[in-house]
């Protein structure tokens, strides 16, 4: 589907000369010259390249920033289509205090987040995926699953052709990219599913911290997956209209253009910028009118996805900013629990709840347990390490 494949696959976003010339300062040509390139390794000489290139790439966001803090931020607010929440806001931290006092720290906050880990190998596939709970109280309740994919289905025919159909099939381009689907379901359609759920069915704290997007692009696609779209599309609407007190707070930089608003903050800042309706239309543009998605995740978009804003905070001048996302009707004060827990820990400047949680699904969930598990498994099959390959130590 054109929504799952990877940005080079669409020859519109093909990069020309000047476009590489422009970004990297030299022509592709004389970079895939080898002899332009150092011999070995001088430390020195990287050294001062490094920190020549830094410099200059921080005086010119420092320029860029004056310009924001001084000319783009008092038009947020008010602004043409934007929302009428859209706006420059500070939170005082006697309010922040409040917070920690009234909510955090008795409890009345949990964070949800979760973990997928996986094996395959020619006979089987495995993952496992985790969901993790926890408050200042503790941990309220982790939830798994463990999804076992078979290449082979169960025949009894041991005739020739069953092999013959195996080998064709694990060789099958189109069979390949199947599988690899269905990996991706498993491993981040599901678990970002599941997430979702248990911060809106299974947590009873007034307060709810998710991480990422609410309406992540894995679930509006269903992951190719019209099952998983209708489960995940029921799950939002419950947590939009119902739950309501929520923020999810991602540490990742999808939005550079809001991340760089962001960066213009002093500390205690935060901006409401807008609703996700426009980014959440861009999904479906590409898909075909008789494609059975859409009229789902267009109904949606146009009913739920309002109600959602999208903003940025920043807790100290010397870290990051942070994009938030929380409903329209309590945006305000889901940014200040967003920094109150931020500030915990204010090295980070990201939920401290968030990282505890991840923390929780690492020690129930984690890689190498879950690969003890796998292996001895399979010596206790009579397999031993001929189906176990070699983890792939390049990316």
């Known amino acids: 589907m054109a929504d799952d494949l990877p940005p080079d696959e669409d020859d519109s976003n093909l990069l020309g000369d000047q476009d590489f010339k422009a970004a990297f300062g030299e022509d592709l040509a004389q970079t895939l010259k080898l002899e332009t390139w150092s011999s070995g390794v001088d430390p020195k000489e990287i050294m001062a390249r490094f920190q020549r290139e830094i410099s200059t790439a921080v005086q010119r966001e420092d320029r860029v920033r004056a310009l924001i803090r001084e000319k783009l931020l008092p038009r947020i607010a008010g602004r043409k289509h934007g929302p009428a929440e859209a706006g420059v806001f500070r939170a005082l931290p006697g309010e922040l205090s409040t917070i920690h006092e009234g909510l955090l720290f008795p409890g009345n906050v949990i964070a949800v987040l979760g973990t997928a880990v996986s094996h395959q190998s020619l006979p089987l596939s495995i993952t496992q995926i985790g969901v993790a709970a926890v408050g200042y109280h503790g941990s309220a309740g982790t939830f798994s699953q463990n999804l076992f994919r078979k290449e082979l289905a169960a025949k009894d025919t041991n ?7 195996c080998i064709a099939n694990r060789h099958n381009t189109k069979a390949a990219i199947h599988r690899e689907i269905l990996s991706r379901l498993a491993q981040r359609g599901i678990r970002t599913y599941a997430e979702r759920a248990v911060l809106v069915d299974k947590v009873t704290a007034e307060w709810r911290i998710g991480h990422g997007n609410p309406f992540a692009h894995e679930l509006l696609t269903g992951s190719g997956h019209v099952g998983l779209l209708k489960a995940s599309l029921q799950v939002l609407e419950r947590l939009v209209r119902v739950q309501q007190k929520f923020v999810f707070v991602s540490n990742a930089q999808p939005e550079q253009g809001l991340m760089t608003l962001g960066l213009a903050l002093d500390a205690g800042e935060y901006i409401v910028f807008e ?13 075909k009118e008789t494609d059975p998605r859409l009229p789902l995740t267009r109904r949606f978009v146009h009913t739920i996805c309002p109600d959602v804003l999208l903003g940025v905070f920043r807790v100290s001048n010397r870290t990051a900013p942070r994009l938030f996302y929380a409903h329209r ?26 990282d505890v949680a991840e923390l ?14 796998v292996q001895d498994a399979y010596a206790q099959a009579g397999a031993h390490l001929q189906y176990l390959l070699e983890r792939e130590s390049r990316r």
Not at 159 to 165: W, Y
Not at 275 to 287: I, P
Not at 360 to 373: A, L, N, V
């Open 159 to 165: 005739s020739l052709q069953e092999a013959v159909d």
């Open 275 to 287: 609703n996700l309706e426009r980014q959440t239309k861009n999904l479906f543009r590409s898909w």
């Open 329 to 354: 009707e309590h945006v305000h004060m889901a940014a200040r629990v967003a920094m109150a827990d931020s500030i915990v820990r204010v090295e980070k400047s990201y939920p401290l709840l968030l």
């Open 360 to 373: 929780t699904c690492r020690s129930k969930f984690g890689e190498d347990g879950f690969e003890g598990f």
